[in-house]
């Protein structure tokens, strides 16, 4: 592995783990104690910026550059939307699944790139889908046909070695082969944001990765590096939202969210 590829690899892996934690400045600039939310919403605009929480190094949805400067599609939505409402976005590196504690205390007070589960919902509220997510599983290239998948049922069988995101919500068909031992027992669980290079270096099989996360990483990566989409398994995971914590957002600021959101909706279907 020459050492330009070397360094590819590590950088998704370090931004990755750092992704893991919550940024030590920001946890010491928290103004807004757990349980002690500060009023956020007058009807008409925020007394005092939302606070948006991101994942860094999950490009191309949510990220940071060297210089801090914060990107990624589900960023900018975040701004323009929340701007629309009449606030001003603070956004805040956080970790993964610690943003949903963080977001479940009132210490944050939103999430972008969230799907909908029952039990989320017991602390948070949800706006308007505003994008769709779609999972397939990627292999290194010139392994697809080393392992014949028919689906996902053949992890177990095939001794087939599979990264899946900790707390991800894959859909009822990855949450019932997760409690056949033959498939759990093939699982590796990462923690944090999706870390591809474990596949090109071999730590893993495949990977079920969200597919502009994979079309990110390929694109960072040398040619060698690169991960191929295997034709066997694909998942519409439907539709995802912006997640606000019950204990500082009220549902009139998510209604003038979903205002803006539906008016994007409809403008990009006009330009289609």
């Known amino acids: 592995m020459s050492i330009n590829r070397t360094v590819c690899v590590l950088f998704w892996l370090v931004a990755a783990l750092l992704s893991t934690v919550l940024s030590p400045s920001a946890a010491s600039a928290d103004p807004f104690p757990a349980g002690q939310p500060a009023g956020l919403y007058d009807g008409d605009g925020c007394l005092r910026p939302l606070r948006v929480g991101y994942l860094p190094g999950r490009a191309p949805y949510q990220g940071a550059s060297a210089d801090g400067a914060v990107s990624g ?6 701004r323009d939307v929340v701007q629309a409402a009449g606030c001003q976005p ?4 956080v970790g993964w699944p610690r943003a949903l504690l963080l977001l479940e205390r009132g210490v944050i007070d939103a999430l972008p790139g969230a799907s909908f589960s029952a ?8 706006s308007a889908p505003y994008r769709r997510e779609e999972f397939a599983l990627y292999v290194r290239m010139g392994e697809g046909e080393a392992f014949p998948l028919t689906s996902l ?24 082969l997760m409690t056949l031992p033959d498939f759990r027992r093939q699982v590796v669980l990462v923690r944090g944001v999706e870390q591809p290079g474990l596949v090109s270096i071999g730590r893993v099989d495949g990977y079920l990765l969200d597919t502009g996360t994979a079309s990110a990483y390929n694109a960072s990566v040398s040619r060698s590096m690169r991960l191929v989409r295997h034709p066997a398994v694909t998942i519409d995971n439907g539709p995802v939202l912006f997640m606000f914590s019950r204990l500082t957002v009220p549902q009139g600021l ?3 969210v979903n205002q803006r959101i539906s008016a994007r909706s409809v ?6």
Do not use: C, H, K
Request: proline share 4%; charged share 30%; net charge negative.
């Open 73 to 78: 599609f589900d960023i900018e939505t975040a």
């Open 90 to 93: 603070e956004f805040v590196a």
């Open 119 to 126: 039990e989320r919902a017991t602390y948070a509220l949800f």
């Open 153 to 176: 049922r053949d992890v177990g069988p095939m001794r087939f070695r599979l990264a899946l995101n900790s707390d991800a919500l894959y859909g009822p068909e990855v949450a019932d």
């Open 254 to 256: 998510i209604d003038r």
């Open 267 to 272: 403008t990009a279907e006009a330009v289609q």
